[in-house]
């Protein structure tokens, strides 16, 4: 049986260098900075959450009503650089990406958001 992970007292640390890169016509790919799991620094997280949608995903209605995209991509360590594809993309459409770390206590962080088409 697996113990409970510790409650932190603390949120992740926001992801603030969120870009879009490589976008062909059917994919893109999201890269930013790994986190820490703390805002100071310590430690690494644990997962991403990650919504897009075709406006803007600024508040957390928005956050709320965008689609769930689906990973069960396992965060590198704090620090190093993340890169993941979105593939199934319709050329020529206008995307909005928003991310949130997640810690192991299941702390989620601020959103970073970006956009492309």
């Not at 769930?68 to 190093?80: D, H, I, Q, S």
């Not at 319709?90 to 601020?110: K, L």
Request: no cysteine; proline share 7%; hydrophobic share 45%.
């Amino acid at each position: 049986m697996k113990a409970a992970p510790a409650i932190s007292p603390t949120l992740p640390a926001a992801i603030d260098d969120l870009s879009i890169g490589g976008i062909t016509g059917y994919s893109a790919r999201i890269q930013f900075t790994a986190p820490a799991a703390t805002a100071e620094g310590a430690g690494h997280v644990s997962a991403y959450q990650i919504r897009y949608a075709a406006a803007p995903i600024t508040t957390t209605r928005d956050w709320l009503t965008a689609t769930v995209f689906e990973n069960r991509y396992t965060p590198r360590l704090a620090g190093l650089s993340e890169s993941l594809r979105f593939i199934g993309l319709a050329p020529g459409t206008q995307y909005h990406v928003a991310i949130r770390p997640v810690d192991a206590a299941g702390n989620v962080g601020e959103m970073a958001g970006a956009a492309f088409t």
